[in-house]
């Protein structure tokens, strides 16, 4: 199975910082990838996919770069709505494999 | 489009629990389907999948053998039969909907329903 080592676990951010995490894949997989953002009780909701192409209605300060093996994923100015979860998904085979997220804190 | 599960609750390791998702909003019959659990520690782990047209099933390892994915078209509803079931499965099990477009989207998740599994 592919294995997603996402980085870092967790970050504290302030209202207007800009943020990175990253996504390392452990084999090739082009641009299969996505990104998924999960608040406190809520379901994960598809933030970008293909790593790069913006979901339909997600703000354009999320931003997602990369292919084959290291892929990015940049909110440019932090809202205090982007306080979550996040996780890297890649959907180039089977089993489909999740990164082990990234907690965005309030710092 | 709206995906609502249902069927989660507490069962004895070595049970069984029968989990079903109804889709609606969209013509079902066209997208593929995927349950994704989230596990007690928060990481997400997809299950399963299965197309279109059912043609197409995939489990993950740790699950096959014991987990069924299957769909009642005549319903809308996707359905996971869980057996054997082992503390390792406890956790918040989605139901979602994967859409083809530069690789597999998973555009749409239901609301979760959850499963511990407990003596």
């Known amino acids: 199975a592919i294995q997603m080592t996402q980085s870092p676990s967790s970050l504290s951010a302030s209202v207007g910082d800009r943020i990175t995490i990253t996504c390392r894949a452990s084999q090739h997989i082009k641009n299969y990838l996505g990104w998924y953002q999960q608040g406190p009780g809520k379901a994960p909701k598809l933030l970008i996919y293909a790593t790069s192409i913006l979901e339909r209605g997600v703000p354009s300060r999320f931003s997602g770069s990369g292919s084959g093996i290291d892929f990015t994923l940049t909110i440019s100015s932090l809202q205090p709505e982007d306080f979550a979860t996040y996780y890297c998904l890649q959907d180039y085979d089977y089993p489909r494999t999740f990164g082990q997220g990234t907690r965005v804190e309030v710092k | 489009v709206h995906l609502v599960e249902s069927g989660g609750g507490l069962v004895k390791p070595g049970g069984s629990l029968r989990l079903s998702c109804v889709a609606s909003?969209?013509?079902?019959?066209?997208?593929?389907m995927n349950w994704v659990r989230q596990t007690p520690g928060g990481g997400l782990e997809w299950i399963a999948h299965i197309s279109d047209n059912s043609h197409y099933i995939y489990y993950l390892d740790s699950v096959k053998g014991r987990f069924t994915i299957s769909r009642d078209y005549a319903k809308n509803s996707l359905l996971l039969q869980m057996n054997s079931l082992g503390i390792e499965d406890t956790g918040i099990y989605y139901c979602?909907?994967?859409?083809?477009?530069?690789?597999?989207?998973?555009?749409?998740w239901g609301q979760g329903t959850l499963v511990t599994v407990s003596s």
């Open positions: 979602v909907r994967g859409v083809v477009s530069f690789g597999v989207k998973f555009d749409t």
């Open positions: 909003g969209f013509t079902f019959s066209d997208y593929s």
